[in-house]
């Protein structure tokens, strides 16, 4: 069965990735508890732009990344490859000062 292209299919990953309870996303987004459980459930198939534009703002994400696994992917490959980058290397460490 294709992914509903509206639906927030992404979300519960994204909250994850970032270390969130549902309830710290609530906090920072707004959206009740309540809503996030659903969508991640996949009780609440389509989002509304409000909700999908709050959820992401917290996750510090774009907002079509919580759509589109593709997109996601694209981001968090992104991402660790500039944290891996950022990061000391061994001989760096200050364990070795």
Not at 25 to 46: F, N
Not at 65 to 75: P, Y
Request: a neutral charge; aromatic letters at 4%.
């Amino acid at each position: 069965m294709p992914e509903n292209p509206y639906a927030l299919s992404q979300l519960k990953r994204l909250r994850n990735w970032r270390r969130l309870t549902q309830q710290e996303l609530s906090v920072r987004s707004g959206i009740k508890v309540s809503t996030i459980q659903k969508h991640e459930r996949g009780a609440i198939r389509t989002a509304s732009l409000d909700v999908a534009a709050s959820l992401a703002e917290a996750l510090q994400v774009p907002v079509e990344a919580l759509f589109s696994v593709d997109i996601s992917n694209r981001m968090l490959e992104q991402l660790s490859a500039k944290e891996a980058q950022n990061s000391p290397s061994p001989e760096e460490s200050p364990h070795d000062q």
